[in-house]
């Protein structure tokens, strides 16, 4: 479990996979912060982008607004697409979302143009 600063807030808790990736979660209560927590979530980016030597970052936000309780992705990769950062490319939006009829093509697209970036999926 790691924790931030002297806010003695939950962050992140680590669990380990079986195919040895590592998943975090993160655990918000009512010391929330959105600026730690963004601080926490670009660094955890930079720090896996260089252990496995990517240069960039794909956002793959996957859900659809057409089923209750499943838009979380495409809301978050509208927003990241607003930001037009020219660092990270971003799939899945409320305009194109990603979902289950197309997320092998997306996964296509990613491995063939995208090799050398981290993939950050949002569900």
Request: proline residues 2%.
């Amino acid at each position: 479990m790691k924790t931030t600063g002297g806010y003695g807030m939950k962050m992140l808790e680590w669990m380990s996979a079986k195919d040895s990736r590592n998943i975090y979660y993160f655990n918000s209560d009512r010391n929330f912060k959105a600026e730690d927590f963004a601080r926490q979530l670009h660094q955890m980016i930079e720090e896996e982008k260089a252990r496995q030597g990517k240069k960039g970052v794909v956002f793959l936000c996957i859900g659809t607004d057409r089923s209750t309780g499943d838009s979380l992705g495409p809301l978050i990769g509208y927003k990241l697409r607003d930001m037009k950062r020219s660092c990270a490319a971003v799939f899945g939006t409320l305009e194109r979302p990603v979902h289950a009829m197309n997320l092998e093509e997306y996964a296509r697209i990613i491995k063939n143009c995208y090799h050398d970036c981290l993939v950050v999926a949002v569900d």
